[in-house]
């Protein structure tokens, strides 16, 4: 009976709006590696770097300083799925999502390239960041 009492207590408390153990996990595996020419904040996940054949994938976000207003409405945070050739300074990027709010659970857009192709990234961008970040890691 103590023990049911105890779980019952437990489950209220997290209930309540203590974080949970996973959620406290969960925000922290995204690292900042920086910000881009207009002060959005980019993120990566440490544990998405992997190099296939030279090419270093991973995933990164972006948390827009102040949201983007688009068609769709606003963008608060995105994520993407790029590969980064480092040989030669290019990115390609496989998948963007754009979320509606900070936690990343109401998607606005969600995009896949079929058929990724490489290019340079733009000065000051989330993909510049990213790639300077990956490629000076990857060393």
């Not at 009976?1 to 437990?10: G, P, S, V």
């Not at 590696?33 to 994938?57: A, L, W």
């Not at 990164?60 to 949201?67: A, D, Y």
């Amino acid at each position: 009976m103590r023990l049911h009492t105890f779980i019952a207590a437990a489950t209220v408390t997290m209930s309540a709006g203590a974080p949970s153990r996973t959620h406290v996990l969960h925000q922290s595996r995204w690292q900042e590696i920086g910000k881009t020419s207009t002060g959005n904040v980019v993120y990566v996940d440490p544990r998405s770097i992997k190099t296939v054949n030279g090419i270093v994938h991973a995933r990164i976000r972006v948390r827009f300083v102040p949201p983007v207003d688009t068609p769709e409405g606003k963008w608060v945070l995105s994520q993407h799925s790029p590969m980064f050739d480092c040989a030669k300074s290019r990115f390609a990027n496989k998948e963007s999502t754009y979320y509606a709010d900070a936690a990343g659970t109401k998607v606005i857009k969600h995009t896949v390239n079929a058929k990724p192709g490489f290019g340079p990234a733009i000065g000051g961008s989330m993909t510049q960041v990213a790639l300077d970040y990956i490629c000076k890691t990857k060393r």
